[in-house]
């Protein structure tokens, strides 16, 4: 403002936001060409006699995010499934769950502190993990061809392990040697017992005498 004193126009100017330059993060949409159609106009007939026009408003160039997630998750799909009508195997499911933790891992680059997404992200990994464990049981090479075809990198799940702490220490070692008087216990109750059966035997052979 005109008006203002130079000390404000400064203070202003020094209050005003930094602009951060938004980083280039590659996407796995990357590669879908801009000429694809929609997944729900692919396969119509009439999409051969429309105008161009037409076409490119209902092609990926002009289609939103989610638009592009349901082609790519197609696309995924389409290379593991095991037949035309298979839309629930173990291989489908590893291949949509795959489409959404790569996009879920662009989005985290961009927002690292989105932590519901964050956990998302996490529990679809986990359930992934589980779904490949399992085809690595039953059926190796459906596995493997799975993990090619998705560029999919399986990790087993670590062993647990238990963090040694002096409190934990101290409570094992209370634990054994309160287990360990315990079996004292025990056996001196079996000696007394056994006593006693031995004593009924030796009586009882003294009365058949």
């Known amino acids: 403002h005109p008006a203002c ?6 203070a202003r100017g020094y209050a005003r936001p930094v602009a951060r ?5 590659p996407s796995h949409l990357d590669d879908l060409p801009p000429t694809l159609l929609k997944k729900d106009y692919a396969n119509l007939p009439i999409m051969n006699s429309v105008d161009d026009v037409v076409k490119r408003l209902l092609s990926l160039e002009m289609a939103s995010q989610k638009e592009k997630m349901k082609v790519k998750t197609q696309q995924l799909v389409e290379k593991v499934r095991r037949s ?15 489409a ?12 690292p502190k989105d932590k519901r997404n964050r956990r998302c992200m996490l529990m679809d990994l986990d359930r992934r993990r589980k779904m490949l464990g399992y085809l690595r049981r039953v059926n190796y090479s459906t596995f493997e061809n799975t993990c090619k075809h998705l560029d999919i990198q399986y990790s087993p799940p670590q062993p647990y392990t238990r963090r040694v702490t002096k409190r ?12 360990q008087e315990k079996q004292k216990l025990k056996a001196a109750e079996r000696l007394k017992q056994r006593r006693e059966w031995q004593a009924r035997a030796r009586a009882a052979r003294a009365q058949q005498e």
């Open 100 to 111: 959404k933790i790569r996009t879920l891992e662009e989005h985290l680059q961009r927002h």
């Open 5 to 10: 004193s130079p000390v404000l126009q400064a």
């Open 21 to 25: 330059k938004k980083k280039d993060i």
């Open 168 to 179: 934990w220490l101290v409570k094992k070692a209370l634990c054994i040697k309160v287990f």
């Open 84 to 98: 035309p009508n298979d839309n629930g195997s173990f291989e489908v499911q590893v291949a949509i769950l795959t």
